[in-house]
């Protein structure tokens, strides 16, 4: 007697094979059976009724680690078939909490069912609020630094440097995965390779990976994935480029040199891989525009920068220095804080200029002002055709980069980029439309290639004995349904979805059950 068969699926195994028409039989919240189960007896019977049946997917970059304390049932990523979210991204984790880090405000502005500081309290916590998803987590490096250190530009001295690596310690530990860097971001962007690689080693010696939002997207971009690699190259610590990209029109020819590297690595031995999301436009802080020296001290320094009239021309003077009316247009104002300052959401910045009566530059510290620096940018800077390119790549996986949202409640008032809602069915529906890899391989990125990587056992695959964690979905109804406009709609298309066998979506509703887990080592 199985718990569930899911029955008449069309099953991807995750590895890349191609599909079997067949049942897949579930016990407790492990698959049992692969095959012909038509005779077999079952609790409870899901019909696939010659839908998708595949691995549920793995979310290879999020933010969710706070959030998911908000809202555990994770709707904006169940309904793209995710099970498993890897946290603590671009070297921001919600723990461990020491010292001066302070969450991002968009974290630090809500309510949570208890208080933490650890990752084992955040864990306790976790487990309390019984999240329907998996989680992976990985420990920021800014969250580190930012604790021991606060928002200096210097290098760290020795004992600061000791407290980083003594809490990763302590936070792999407690069930942490991996270290995040978010070089671009204050306070890592202050922080130089060696701080980086003294961390990595601490990693490496637990198993873990290393992530990272490189310092450079772009402009550097050739010298950031040499930096980047490096790390792997002298720790032995296997390495994921997060949101593998070439930001801004003048970096696109890029692509091949970036590409070029990343394979001679994976020829010398590296393990390297990198994650991306299927659109053509990055969502992060507005006030990611402004200079190195505009961001040291933390955020009361930064907003106080932004109200002072000299420092205020001078951070205007350099941010309009070397771009144009497109550059502006290409810039989406997203989030926003203050009521005055909502009716811009989607708007590009050229346009809110215009309404504003005042100069983009102007415009950009007049809104960080006002939101008291809580604006989000959506910046359209993306080739098309490289992104295709990226997510071709046989080692590049699907990461979302976003963190858990609902269309109501506490998570659903801001003005997110549509990836949160969006980004593996809109990946998905790319192969089933021929727009991209085979749909077998469509599927390997978002399963099997990152519980590879990231060493997540016994998931990520469909075979007797592993985690029944499993999607499935109608071909036809699959579409994300997110805009840039309108970014609150949940992607359609999943009939079923399980989570350690736990029957999670059904016919297309959710339940009241979740049973996601903490992923250990
Ligand atoms: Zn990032």
Redesign the pocket.
């Known amino acids: 007697m199985f718990d569930v068969i899911i029955q008449h699926g069309l099953v991807y195994d995750g590895g890349g094979k191609e599909p079997v028409r067949c049942d897949v039989g579930i016990r407790r919240d492990r698959i049992d059976a692969v095959g012909d189960l038509s005779e077999a007896e079952s609790r409870l019977t899901l019909s696939a009724n010659g839908g998708l049946v595949c691995p549920g997917f793995i979310d290879a970059?999020t933010h969710s680690d706070a959030y998911l304390l908000i809202e555990p049932g994770a709707p904006s990523k169940l309904f793209q078939g995710v099970t498993t979210e890897v946290t603590g991204?671009?070297?921001a984790s919600c723990a461990p909490l020491f010292g001066a880090w302070r969450m991002p405000s968009d974290w630090a502005d809500k309510d949570y069912p208890g208080t933490w500081h650890t990752v084992g309290e955040y864990r306790t916590l976790l487990d309390s609020v019984r999240p329907a998803v998996n989680v992976y987590m990985l420990i920021g490096h800014n969250t580190l630094r930012g604790g021991a250190m606060g928002y200096e530009n210097r290098p760290p001295a020795a004992g600061e440097l000791n407290d980083m690596a003594r809490w990763l310690e302590q936070s792999l530990d407690e069930g942490g995965r991996g270290l995040s860097s978010?070089l671009?971001?204050p306070p890592g962007l202050f922080a130089g390779p060696e701080e980086i690689q003294r961390l990595a080693r601490v990693v490496a010696k637990h198993g873990g990976i290393y992530t990272s939002?490189m310092r450079s997207e772009g402009r550097h971009l050739i010298e950031a994935i040499s930096e980047t690699l490096h790390v792997g190259a002298t720790t032995g610590v296997p390495v994921q480029i997060?949101?593998l990209k070439t930001s801004g029109r003048a970096h696109w020819h890029k692509l091949d040199e970036a590409l070029a590297l990343i394979r001679q690595a994976q020829a010398d031995g590296l393990r390297v891989a990198a994650d991306r999301y299927p659109y053509t436009a990055s969502c992060?802080d507005l006030d990611i525009l402004f200079p190195d020296w505009a961001e040291e001290g933390g955020r009361e320094a930064i907003l106080a920068r932004v109200r002072d009239p000299a420092a205020a021309r001078k951070i205007m003077d350099e941010i309009s220095a070397d771009r144009t009316a497109e550059d502006w247009d290409a810039i989406m104002i997203g989030n926003t804080a203050h009521p005055d300052t909502c009716r811009y959401r989607g708007w590009t910045l050229s346009r809110t200029a215009r309404d504003l009566g005042r100069s983009p530059a102007e415009t950009v510290l007049h809104l960080l002002d006002l939101d008291a620096l809580q604006t989000g940018g959506i910046f359209f800077g993306m080739s098309e055709e490289n992104m295709w390119r990226i997510l071709a790549e046989p080692y590049v996986m699907i990461g979302s980069?976003a963190s858990i949202r609902a269309i109501e409640g506490p998570l659903s008032h801001d003005h997110p980029h549509p990836r949160a809602y969006g980004a593996h069915a809109r990946f998905l529906r790319a192969a089933l439309d021929h727009k991209t890899v085979s749909v077998a391989e469509a599927v390997r990125k978002m399963t099997a290639l990152p519980a590879e990587h990231f060493g997540i056992r016994d998931r990520g695959v469909i075979a007797t004995g592993r985690f029944a964690d499993l999607v499935v979905i109608d071909p036809e109804a699959l579409r994300d349904q997110a805009t840039y406009a309108h970014p609150h709609q949940y992607a359609t298309g999943i009939r079923h979805l399980l989570v350690n066998g736990v029957p999670t979506i059904r016919d297309g509703h959710p339940t009241p059950h979740r049973g996601g887990r903490f992923l250990e080592g």
């Open positions: 970059h991204n671009c070297g978010g671009a971001y939002h997060s949101h992060t980069d």
